[in-house]
């Protein structure tokens, strides 16, 4: 089943300790389209300038990505330059230019419209429950959001997260929403706000989901999935989204929504996410196949599963 | 198969968002010594005041531990204060005071010399290799060290890796005594230095185990085991020493040391932490039933494993 994925398509400059890219195509979309067809068909919406050609285009469109979402306005795509050099957890931003994105309205073609699932990428609270109420068919909402809407539009936040059934944030983004440390306290008043589960992603460590009370399925148990001791992390960014691409890809790809779907689901997060920082940019996640990727599972399987 | 374990003995006063207890029995050995109880005999060296009485001895004794290698030293027991008031995942340390500890010469009395497993808790490295030497018929030896090791004495830290079979020791440590920062090569460069295996702990998020090639079964695959997501951390202090007693406990358990005995090993390592942080002090582990330790043991395999 196909998947609608709302959020940032951009060029990236990028520094790590592996080296360096200049204005490589990313943006949260991107990588989570990327990641996400692989598993199922993924349509995008999203804002791209002049500077965004065919050639990029045909990126997303050999993966079977739709792209008639994709708005075509005057001038420049939204462009970031960032750096991790001291460490690999977190960027430090050197600019951020929105160019075509700072206006950024989200316009659903119609023929999106029978999708029953949506991604929320991260972009204005406002914008992403806006999408969600115009796709009335939609069955499962994943969406995602940062510090930044955390801080600034707390209420408009709250809105959107009755209309998420499955929010994807990190360790810290849990801590800021619930002002809660304790991570299981703290998931427990983000389930509270409206998502039936909190996917809680831990970056080298891995990911966990918590469920509501009888969201899914039985009872409350978390459930938590491996990262990769990865050799070298060449380049981090994108990990996140390209996470949620493999968790909500192979969910969309599956005839039922229900536990043990959604615990397959955090592993092949984190398998596509292992995969997405081996190269810069999205570069691995161009050229992978389903084998690659469903050996990497029985990889994540065997790191974590008794005998 | 009983386990020989060599460290600390303290009186520990602790403050945590939780609250505050002041000179409760504590030290490695005892944390150590106490959740690998639970699994085989064990026998400690240690040294203790006068202030240690037989109050305090009947903690131990009433687990069946052999206290006999507890020397009784003019004077007062090692003392350590410390708060977790900003950060549950490290101590600041108000003061130590290492009284009788100061002067530690461990002495294996001859009734242990039939103990077929080590356990080397923090000490001088140089004091663990004397240990480990004069205990011929150790089979398996489990160590751990610290940063003021591995910045002091690297020299006599080195000699003492050569003797270790499991070393278990935290993240930053790896990165401290390989000079990496990836896991994994900084897993491999400690593997080069001497022991078989390396129990990486990574507090909130687990450990994982990184194998040499060829030790204890075949490849080099890690593997990782969870911990629990903890409603309230009481008190972190011990949680380390916890972990080792749970895996060194279980593994003296086994007939057999093999991959499969390890892995399990790690998860109930995972196991005694996530008991130890429940409580103030040694509490928790003072308390348990081996019916709790397996109910546990079946929550981090729901936790981790797909149906």
Redesign the interface.
């Known amino acids: 089943m196909s998947i609608v994925a709302v959020g940032s398509v951009a060029f990236d400059s990028i520094t790590t300790?592996s080296g360096s890219v200049q204005d490589v195509l990313g943006g949260a979309a991107t990588y989570f389209a990327l990641a996400a067809s692989y598993f199922t068909q993924v349509r995008v919406v999203g804002v791209v300038g002049d500077d965004f050609t065919a050639q990029h285009e045909e990126v997303l469109k050999s993966h079977n990505i739709d792209t008639r979402g994709i708005e075509h306005a005057p001038g420049k795509t939204f462009r970031w330059g960032g750096q991790y050099l001291d460490n690999?957890n977190e960027a430090k931003t050197d600019y951020t230019e929105l160019n075509v994105f700072e206006n950024f309205q989200p316009r659903i073609p119609v023929e999106y419209m029978d999708s029953q699932f949506l991604f929320l990428a991260n972009i204005h609270p406002t914008l992403q429950a806006a999408v969600r109420l115009e796709m009335k068919d939609v069955r499962l909402t994943g969406g995602d959001t940062m510090n930044f809407w955390i801080n600034r539009t707390r209420k408009e936040l709250g809105e959107t997260l009755k209309l998420v059934n499955v929010l994807l944030i990190n360790d810290n983004e849990v801590k800021m929403l619930s002002g809660e440390?304790?991570?299981?306290?703290g998931?427990r008043k983000v389930l509270a706000m409206g998502p039936q589960a909190l996917v809680v992603k831990?970056g080298?460590?891995?990911a966990?989901i918590?469920f509501r009370e009888g969201a899914f399925g039985v009872g409350t148990?978390?459930?938590?999935?491996?990262a990769l001791?990865?050799?070298?992390?060449k380049d981090p960014t994108g990990a996140g989204d390209s996470f949620a691409g493999g968790f909500m890809g192979y969910i969309a790809s599956q005839n039922e929504v229900n536990r043990?779907v959604l615990?397959?689901a955090l592993?092949y997060g984190g398998v596509m996410g292992s995969f997405a920082v081996e190269c810069f940019g999205t570069e691995r996640l161009q050229s992978l196949t389903r084998n690659e990727i469903d050996g990497r599972f029985q990889?994540f399987?065997?790191?974590?599963?008794?005998?």
Chains 1, 2 share one sequence.
């Open positions: 300790p690999l440390k304790s991570l299981p306290r998931a831990h080298e460590y891995g966990t918590f148990h978390p459930f938590r999935a491996p001791p990865i050799e070298e992390v043990e615990k397959r592993f990889v399987r065997e790191l974590t599963h008794l005998g």
